[in-house]
């Protein structure tokens, strides 16, 4: 009889182990991307709560390994590249990149002006870019990179006794609300709307975010971002932050950069390399 229980006992156990092997197993398929802490189902659901957008939530649930695979990306890069500088966010005064590069002790650069500085990512992405832009028969003039939070002061006054505040605010931006002050912000050519058409403007519509650079103002969202039109104003932010914005944000800048700096924490703590 006592036989008989043990080998009834072991039957079970052998039974409860298969069954937490198989609930292990499934618990595991459930995760979506090995660098997060998210169930499909529980993904969903944060998706639904964060964002408004009914086709963004679409296209994000369609591709939820991609989407998170970009997300562990810029999880795993400089989080300054994805600051949201814009009218309701601004930059403290004293905001200066740490890693600033004068672009005047690079040979290869062409510049409008001497004292031009940029971050040293931008410029290792700019030089790729330049490069094959020249292959190409593309030569790119950079006009603007780096300001100050007071050199932004200047300018903006400047707009606004040539043009009054109205005008003056849809051209420029008041001192810490400027992407300039990143340092990962350059304007190309002649910084106005003759650039608009030229081989210089059409060579980086087609093909600058192939190296991490994001046209910040597009035509037809001037209410949007409060700025008008400005087919020479890039800013780096990154390869896969580019790849985010153009699959799943509409391939608007401001709409990605919102939808980050709402959920970059959200997305941070349920990432398992956090505490790497």
Not at 84 to 109: E, G, N, R
Not at 170 to 186: E, F, K
Request: net charge negative.
């Amino acid at each position: 009889m006592l036989k008989v229980i043990w080998i009834l006992l072991l039957g079970l156990f052998i039974i409860s182990c298969g069954e937490t092997s198989d609930t292990n197993q499934k618990e595991e398929v459930l995760f979506i991307h090995e660098s997060f802490n998210v169930s499909q189902s529980d993904f969903a659901h944060l998706i639904m709560s964060c964002i408004d957008d009914e086709l963004i939530q679409e296209r994000i649930l369609s591709d939820a390994f991609l989407f998170l695979d970009l997300v562990d990306q810029i999880l795993s890069t400089d989080p300054n590249l994805l600051i949201l500088v814009d009218k309701q966010h601004h930059l403290p005064a004293d905001y200066v990149p740490h890693d600033l590069i004068a672009l005047d002790s690079l040979s290869w650069v062409h510049v409008n002006r001497k004292g031009h500085f940029l971050r040293e990512a931008s410029v290792t992405a700019l030089y790729e870019m330049h490069q094959q832009a020249k292959r190409e028969g593309i030569t790119l003039l950079v006009s603007s990179t780096y300001r100050s939070y007071d050199r932004q002061k200047d300018v903006y006054n400047g707009w606004v006794n040539s043009l009054g505040q109205v005008q003056a605010d849809r051209l420029s931006a008041v001192a810490g609300s400027s992407q300039h002050q990143l340092g990962t912000a350059i304007d190309f050519g002649s910084i106005d709307a003759s650039f608009t058409g030229t081989k210089m403007e059409r060579w980086l519509a087609s093909n600058a975010h192939l190296y991490g650079f994001s046209l910040s103002y597009p035509q037809g969202y001037e209410l949007e971002t409060g700025y008008d039109y400005e087919s020479w104003h890039y800013r780096y932010i990154g390869s896969a932050a580019v790849q985010l914005q153009r699959m799943f944000f509409n391939n608007l800048q401001y709409q990605m950069l919102e939808f980050w700096e709402k959920n970059e924490t959200l997305f941070r703590d349920i990432w398992k390399k956090k505490d790497a």
